[in-house]
């Protein structure tokens, strides 16, 4: 557990103090603005897509250490990923971030990297604090908004 502790500090601490993929795609395919009130958080992210692959994705905005952290890990992991992954992704991070249960199984998933599903798994830490999983998936939140072209999504 200690352990399991230290990796999330870890892992936040690298990605929020230099996060990955910052900027902005111009043009872009697709783009949408992320809003967390309650924490202050405030993300867009840009995305290139073609046939229906995410070719590139950017992001920008100021928040906290962990809504930071998150979207600088999202845009590692679905860069190159088709977009019918992409819900999948988001109901499995959003569900190992909620509960204590058994992740869920689907034949999608197989074909991801093991080192991004261990990077999930370990900010999924925050469902220990649950204030924070807005932070965490308004990611996720603001990249599902992008791909159905809404422009303004918000956690609340
Ligand atoms: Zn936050």
Redesign the pocket.
């Known amino acids: 557990m200690d352990e399991l502790r230290e990796l999330y500090q870890e892992v936040i601490l690298d990605h929020s103090k230099a996060p990955h993929n910052f900027g902005e795609l111009n043009p872009c395919t697709h783009h949408a603005n992320g809003d967390?009130p309650v924490?202050?958080?405030q993300i867009s992210v840009t995305l290139n897509i073609e046939n229906n692959c995410v070719k590139d994705i950017k992001f920008n905005g100021s928040?906290?250490a962990?809504?930071i952290a998150s979207t600088s890990m999202m845009t590692d992991i679905i860069k190159d990923l088709p977009t019918s992954t992409l819900q999948i992704l988001f109901d499995h991070f959003h569900h190992i971030c909620t509960t204590d249960c058994d992740p869920m199984d689907h034949p999608e998933l197989d074909h991801i990297d093991e080192n991004h599903f261990t990077k999930m798994a370990i900010l999924s830490g925050v469902r220990q604090f649950p204030m924070?999983v807005k932070?965490a998936t308004l990611a996720w939140h603001t990249l599902m908004a992008a791909i159905e072209h809404i422009d303004t999504t918000s956690t609340e």
């Open positions: 967390n924490c202050g958080d928040g906290c962990i809504s924070r932070c």
